[in-house]
């Protein structure tokens, strides 16, 4: 398959949206990171979709609407607290999670009673999502298992001559992926932390149970969480305490290694390395690049200094621990 490579310009999100409508599959930008959009009502579409990133088929999709009014085809009732995050969040990176209509196909949800519906701030995705005026699925556009996309050409990197179009609307500027918060409950839940708080959700809802965290063996709340995910290449270790001295007495001479952290750090020149940025929302905004990066540095192993809990570092932190396969050192 040829895969198209078009701009941000009018015409030629009228050209995405015709393949869209058509059953074909779009890569486009959403202020988290790129997803691979099919019309989430055509079931051969959305197929394809697990088919280019090799996604298992028991990882339900997430949809994508630019009008709430669309929400009437998706889900059967919007609980109340849905509606309060929807008003003080939407459009923005928040997933919520609702009991699902069935005009949506099974293969969207993976076979759950439920649908995740975000409304995404960016405009390249606002007029796209609005061409078609369809409900679209995406995951984010990257092959199963790497780091999420938040330029064009990672998108190129994996799924180039797979999918029929990329729609280039620069980087993202969260940089990583939507919170996900299941609302069919009595309380709400957090499946995944990301762009929208912790305390941002406390404050709209009062009360968040968290569920975002996976013991091997038992039933996930959210089916992404039991497989690998953000891998690079290389063997990822975070690293707690002191970076330094847990560093140097863990690396091996014969390996090529990687760094990445947001302390200052004398470590020997033959260390590829790589700052995170000074605050959290630059850790965000830069972490999946560097990640890629260190692959075209073909290095073997890389240490990533571990970030907080609090605010956005929240999202950073479960990034950096998946990707490493909670392998952690130091302290
Ligand atoms: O920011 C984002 O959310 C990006 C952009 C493209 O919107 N999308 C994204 O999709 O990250 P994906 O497929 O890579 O991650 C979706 C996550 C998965 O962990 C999946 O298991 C979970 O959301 N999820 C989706 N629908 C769900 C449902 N009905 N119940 C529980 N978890 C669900
Ligand atoms: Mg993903």
């Not at 009018?10 to 691979?36: C, H, M, N, W």
């Not at 004398?266 to 700052?275: K, Q």
Request: hydrophobic share 40%; net charge negative.
């Amino acid at each position: 398959m040829n895969t198209l490579h078009l701009t941000s310009a009018q015409e030629d999100i009228a050209r995405a949206s015709d393949l869209l409508k058509s059953g074909g599959l779009v890569a486009f930008p959403t202020e988290t990171v790129y997803g691979l959009g099919a019309n989430a009502l055509d079931e051969a579409a959305v197929q394809g979709i697990f088919r280019a990133k090799g996604r298992p088929g028991d990882n339900p999709l997430i949809v994508h609407i630019w009008d709430k009014a669309q929400l009437e085809q998706l889900v059967v009732s919007i609980p109340a607290n849905a509606k309060a995050l929807m008003d003080a969040f939407w459009p923005g990176p928040l997933t919520i999670v609702m009991k699902k209509s069935p005009l949506v196909p099974d293969c969207v949800s993976a076979n759950l009673d439920t649908v995740g519906v975000r409304m995404p701030q960016h405009p390249v995705a606002y007029d796209l999502l609005r061409a078609c005026n369809l409900p679209i699925a995406a995951p984010s556009a990257n092959r199963s298992g790497r780091p999420s996309p938040t330029i064009a050409a990672h998108v190129a990197e994996d799924l180039e001559g797979r999918i029929d179009a990329i729609v280039d609307g620069g980087s993202c500027c969260v940089g990583v992926e939507s919170t996900v918060v299941d609302a069919t409950g009595e309380h709400l839940r957090l499946l995944r932390p990301g762009g929208i708080t912790y305390e941002q959700l406390v404050a709209v809802v009062g009360r968040v149970e968290r569920k975002d965290t996976y013991e091997e063996g038992t039933t996930p709340a959210s089916p992404g969480m039991k497989y690998t995910h953000y891998s690079p290449n290389a063997t990822v270790y975070v690293v707690r305490g002191d970076f330094e001295k847990a560093v140097l007495s863990h690396a091996n001479p014969n390996q090529k290694v990687g760094i990445l952290c947001h302390g200052d750090f004398s470590l020997p020149p033959t260390f590829v390395l790589r700052h995170m940025g000074a605050t959290p929302e630059q850790y965000a905004n830069t972490l999946f690049a560097h990640l890629r990066a260190f692959d075209k540095d073909g290095v073997d192993v890389i240490y990533v200094q571990d970030v907080g809990q609090t605010g956005l570092n929240d999202a950073v932190r479960n990034r950096l621990y998946k990707s490493a396969g909670y392998q952690i050192i130091g302290e």
